[in-house]
């Protein structure tokens, strides 16, 4: 039973397209992120809700815009595609005891044409 | 603004050899996290060390955390081929931000 799932897995799209990516997770955890992993593998931290309100906003342009219908879930929504934004992006939650860890998904490779 | 580094980038070594990789910062973090991701896969926890100067021992991983809590290092002795990864370190900068170092790849080679 997977504990954070990502929708879809890959994600082929031209630029200028509006796409979303979902994520779950089963582990009863109120804090939910997105992070980006680039093309030299670094993972930098774009949103964290908790309990779906949000926590934190990185530098992250207004197109992209998250969603957290219930503390579950937390979606991406990404407007106007760029080819900058090609990347792999990955949901993760924090169960908020500290020293726990991140429970990251599989993540989503965004490719945009 | 607080940052991790980490060294060596990249690193291949053949089956049995023994490497460190290191993860360091200019600031103090409370605890420092070590994550190992597969391809295609998200990171997955190792271990979490918080005290300066703790040493934790995973079966052929140990980790270290320095003094000053502002640096920690990886040793795996003997490595397998199936320590192939990307290993990042991670640390809690402010409430519920985990930031991560840019990570070592590195390859075993049988």
């Known amino acids: 039973d997977t504990a954070v799932s990502q929708t879809p897995k890959y994600l082929v799209t031209q630029m200028g397209n509006d796409k979303s990516i979902k994520c779950e997770q089963n582990l009863g955890h109120d804090t939910m992120y997105w992070y980006k992993q680039d093309s030299k593998k670094f993972l930098k931290i774009m949103f964290s809700?908790?309990?779906?309100?949000?926590?934190i906003n990185e530098t992250v342009p207004n197109r992209f815009s998250p969603k957290s219908p219930d503390k579950a879930h937390l979606n991406l929504h990404i407007n106007s595609l760029e080819l900058g934004d090609s990347a792999v992006y990955f949901c993760?939650?924090?169960?908020?005891?500290?020293?726990?860890?991140?429970?990251f998904g599989n993540g989503t490779r965004l490719t945009v044409t | 603004t607080q940052l991790l580094e980490q060294s060596p980038q990249f690193l291949s070594i053949q089956e049995g050899e023994n490497l460190t990789v290191y993860c360091n910062s200019s600031?103090?973090?409370?605890?420092l996290q070590w994550y190992r991701q597969e391809p295609g896969e998200g990171p997955v926890l190792l271990v979490t060390?918080?005290?300066?100067?703790e040493v934790k021992k995973l079966k052929r991983l140990t980790f270290q955390f320095g003094d000053a809590r502002k640096d920690s290092s990886l040793h795996i002795t003997a490595a397998q081929p199936g320590d192939t990864g990307l290993y990042l370190c991670?640390?809690?900068?402010?409430?519920?931000?985990?930031?991560f170092g840019p990570g070592t790849s590195l390859s075993v080679i049988p």
């Open positions: 600031s103090v973090f409370s605890s």
């Open positions: 060390v918080v005290t300066g100067g």
């Open positions: 809700y908790n309990n779906k309100e949000l926590i």
């Open positions: 993760a939650s924090w169960g908020g005891i500290n020293l726990s860890p991140l429970h």
């Open positions: 991670a640390g809690e900068t402010s409430y519920d931000k985990v930031i």
